[in-house]
T-cell receptor
Framework: SQTIHQWPATLVQPVGSPLSLECTVE??????LYWYRQAAGRGLQLLFY??????ISSEVPQNLSASRPQDRQFILSSKKLLLSDSGFYLC???????????FGSGTRLTVV | GESVGLHLPTLSVQEGDNSIINCAYS??????FIWYKQESGKGPQFIID?????DKRQGQRVTVLLNKTVKHLSLQIAATQPGDSAVYFC???????????FGKGTRLSVIA
């Protein structure tokens, strides 16, 4: 069966520090991968998605970047965190259209 | 931006009653719709989906209704239980392999 792993679960980082969040999927190949951010009490904002290795689409201009170095690995990064980067970051995958997404357990990022 | 919205941001329901959560969408080309449940501190979990060639789909204690004429989606939960307390999101996908667009969410509180 397919599983999605996301880590760390919580992270407290100072302003100006770098960020690296990792997401991996097991039990499938060539998944579509997604990064969402959720502010407290708000909806899900799509940040990046990828339909293949090295293919990244950005939905919102921001202080973040994404990479897909391997088929089942999706990384969210920042060179210098801002206070506004705080939030709940969710990774998700699906096998393609027309299937829904399976989400990871999320990373709670607090920038101080 | 988000093209899917919700009529009610919060909903309180007595245990055992039926719950109805509503969602409006604006993209008439959307061909796939999903409802997710998100408990506090966790990633969203898939509840039920429906394709645009259907107007009703039933699962265990849940029913999704799709009215394409007025671009309205609803989730009905029968015999609501305390474990149903969560935030519920609807999501839509436009045609093709475009990412899901999520609504802002409705918080369902079940009163024992």
């Amino acid at each position: 069966s397919q599983t999605i792993h996301q880590w760390p679960a919580t992270l407290v980082q100072p302003v100006g520090s770098p960020l690296s969040l990792e997401c991996t999927v097991e039990g499938t190949s060539n998944p579509n991968l997604y990064w969402y951010r959720q502010a407290a009490g708000r909806g899900l904002q799509l940040l990046f998605y990828s339909v293949g290795i090295g293919q990244i689409s950005s939905e919102v201009p921001q202080n973040l970047s994404a990479s897909r170095p391997q088929d089942r690995q999706f990384i969210l990064s920042s060179k210098k965190l801002l206070l506004s980067d705080s939030g709940f970051y969710l990774c998700a995958w699906n096998p393609g259209t027309p299937y829904g997404y399976t989400f990871g357990s999320g990373t709670r990022l607090t920038v101080v | 931006g988000e093209s899917v919205g919700l009529h009610l941001p919060t909903l309180s329901v007595q245990e055992g009653d039926n719950s109805i959560i509503n969602c409006a969408y604006s993209n008439s080309a959307s061909d796939y719709f999903i409802w997710y449940k998100q408990e506090s501190g966790k990633g969203p979990q898939f509840i039920i989906d429906i394709r645009s060639n259907m107007d009703k789909r039933q699962g265990q204690r849940v029913t999704v209704l799709l009215n394409k004429t007025v671009k309205h989606l609803s989730l009905q939960i029968a015999a609501t239980q305390p474990g149903d307390s969560a935030v519920y999101f609807c999501a839509e996908r436009g045609s093709g392999n475009t990412p899901l667009v999520f609504g802002k969410g409705t918080r369902l509180s079940v009163i024992a």
